[in-house]
């Protein structure tokens, strides 16, 4: 999960590395950076379509895909405790202020919900927001509760996996929970979305005290994870994991897609394996895990479903489904798209020329064919 494996990058580049002199940084960095534009920095269009404006001025540090919902980007909380090697996040952490989302304070965010009573929900995430002090969170956390069409705030954060003493026994430890009891007490639903990609990472004691101190706050903890090859493919690694997370009160809610970004070719799962993967692991669930949902694409149009694999006289079909979107009218409609084997992302699927004309003008222009109307 976190140390650089053969194989993350092409043998091409690697020989291209190996090549440059090491004392010769203005060559390597030359190198470096050429590798790293050519990684899709910023995938499914998070920089082009999901920056907002405000009186006509880009904000920096804040993305607005969903209606209800705004991603806030914290200056101070764009770091994490470690660093995972198939994070779609990695422009955040490499130094280039060009590829980074930052807001440098939450002044601008306020505006913008004011301006936007459609917002109710903010998810402050980095990075990795549970980096800073408390005392800084709280300068992010409480502008935002001034907002009263505000109702839920969510925290994204591996901390509980990476530093879980974050929540037990840091100097600042118990004041995190005061203030997350704060947002309780203001009437809001205070989540914190942690990412477990495997089920070592709550079987620690310390965890498991992270997760119960969490939510004896009146917070709620949700779980989620990409399915990664050489981390969790496995059935029975996310039945475990899922299993063990309801054991500690804990949501199980998403499994991701890998997104197609970074050293992608070293982690994806063919969508016909992650789908085979899901189903063997949730048949095994107990019903109270069943809140999971995958796997799921979060791509361009939105968070896309691969719900099942059917056969028909016309052939092999994935069948699809939009758990969210940024056309809120085509959130829970079905389309498919022609099975294959080696697909593992939207762009390498064929879209069913029968799809409804809105589905394949949001949808079709990320797929290898767009689809007609019916």
């Known amino acids: 999960?976190?140390?650089?494996?053969?194989?993350?990058?092409?043998?091409?580049?690697?020989?291209?590395?190996?090549?440059?002199?090491?004392?010769?940084?203005?060559?390597?960095?030359?190198?470096?950076?050429?590798?790293?534009?050519?990684?899709?920095?910023?995938?499914?269009?998070?920089?082009?379509?999901?920056?907002?404006?405000?009186?006509?001025?880009?904000?920096?540090?804040?993305?607005?895909?969903?209606?209800?919902?705004?991603?806030?980007?914290?200056?101070?909380?764009?770091?994490?405790?470690?660093?995972?090697?198939?994070c779609f996040r990695w422009a955040q952490f490499i130094g280039d202020a060009d590829l980074r989302f930052a807001a440098p304070g939450p002044e601008r965010l306020v505006a913008y919900l004011r301006r936007h009573p459609e917002v109710t929900d903010v998810l402050v995430t980095g990075g990795d927001p549970m980096v800073m002090s408390t005392e800084r969170l709280r300068e992010h956390l409480e502008p935002i509760l001034a907002v009263d069409t505000v109702r839920t705030i969510r925290i994204g954060t591996k901390s509980i996996s990476y530093w879980p003493h974050r929540f037990v026994?840091?100097?600042?430890?118990?004041?995190?929970?005061?203030?997350?009891?704060?947002?309780?007490?203001?009437?809001?639903?205070?989540?914190?979305?942690?990412?477990?990609?495997?089920?070592?990472?709550?079987?620690?004691?310390?965890?498991?005290?992270?997760?119960?101190?969490?939510?004896?706050?009146?917070?709620?903890?949700?779980?989620?994870?990409?399915?990664?090859?050489?981390v969790n493919d496995q059935a029975g690694v996310w039945?475990?994991?899922?299993?063990?997370?309801?054991?500690?009160?804990?949501?199980?809610?998403?499994?991701?897609?890998?997104?197609?970004?970074g050293p992608y070719e070293y982690f994806k799962v063919p969508l016909a394996r992650a789908v085979e993967i899901f189903h063997a692991a949730y048949r095994r669930l107990p019903g109270l895990a069943r809140t999971v949902r995958g796997p799921v694409m979060s791509a361009t149009p939105g968070k896309v479903l691969v719900d099942s694999v059917e056969q028909t006289p016309q052939g092999r079909w994935f069948r699809l489904r939009l758990v969210q979107a940024r056309d809120p009218a085509l959130v829970g409609r079905p389309f498919r798209a022609r099975f294959s084997t080696s697909a593992a992302w939207l762009s390498d699927l064929e879209l069913d020329p029968a799809t409804p004309a809105d589905i394949a003008a949001a949808v079709g222009p990320h797929t290898r064919a767009t689809g007609g109307s019916r």
């Open 239 to 261: 039945t475990d994991l899922w299993t063990a997370e309801l054991g500690l009160g804990a949501v199980p809610y998403y499994m991701f897609v890998e997104r197609d970004t």
């Open 1 to 86: 999960m976190v140390f650089p494996q053969p194989g993350m990058l092409s043998d091409d580049d690697v020989r291209m590395l190996a090549a440059v002199d090491e004392r010769d940084r203005a060559r390597m960095a030359e190198v470096v950076r050429d590798i790293r534009g050519r990684l899709n920095p910023h995938p499914s269009g998070q920089r082009e379509h999901n920056v907002p404006s405000l009186d006509g001025e880009r904000l920096a540090g804040l993305q607005h895909k969903y209606r209800e919902t705004v991603l806030y980007f914290p200056g101070q909380g764009q770091t994490c405790h470690a660093y995972c090697t198939y």
């Open 169 to 230: 026994g840091d100097r600042d430890a118990d004041d995190a929970l005061r203030l997350f009891d704060q947002v309780v007490a203001s009437g809001r639903q205070m989540a914190v979305m942690a990412h477990f990609s495997h089920v070592r990472e709550v079987e620690t004691d310390t965890a498991r005290e992270a997760v119960s101190r969490i939510r004896s706050t009146g917070a709620s903890v949700y779980c989620q994870a990409p399915m990664v090859a050489n």
